[in-house]
């Protein structure tokens, strides 16, 4: 079992930048993919980034240019280093942990104002 808690989250204006991180615990060595995940009320959870054990990396289109999701295995912790934040990136954020089974933190909200 692994354990997802994450930070960062808060309120910015357009343009603005925030970094979320992750820390994982627990069966640590069976994680492969980690990556975000972000949620608006109504609508499914979509995947923003996810990175794997290797440091291969994927984006979706929407925040390409603008996110970074980065791994610091070390220290069992991801990032995501958002820039030019807009207002449509307004959601609850969540950690993704790929092992045998997925894991998922509790969120973090952004909320990015125009």
């Known amino acids: 079992q692994v354990q997802l808690v994450e930070s960062g989250g808060g309120l910015v204006q357009a343009g603005g930048s925030l970094r979320l991180s992750c820390a994982a615990s627990?069966?640590?060595?069976?994680?492969?993919?980690m990556g975000w995940y972000r949620q608006t009320p109504g609508n499914q959870r979509e995947l923003v980034a996810f990175?794997?054990?290797?440091?291969?990396?994927n984006y979706v289109d929407a925040v390409k240019g603008r996110f970074t999701i980065s791994r610091d295995n070390a220290k069992n912790m991801i990032y995501l280093q958002m820039n030019s934040l807009r207002p449509e990136d307004t959601a609850v954020y969540y950690c993704?942990?790929?092992?045998?089974?997925?894991?998922w933190g509790q969120g973090t909200q952004v909320t990015v104002s125009s």
């Open positions: 993704m942990a790929l092992a045998t089974v997925r894991s």
């Open positions: 627990g069966n640590i060595r069976s994680i492969n993919t």
């Open positions: 990175i794997t054990s290797g440091g291969s990396t």
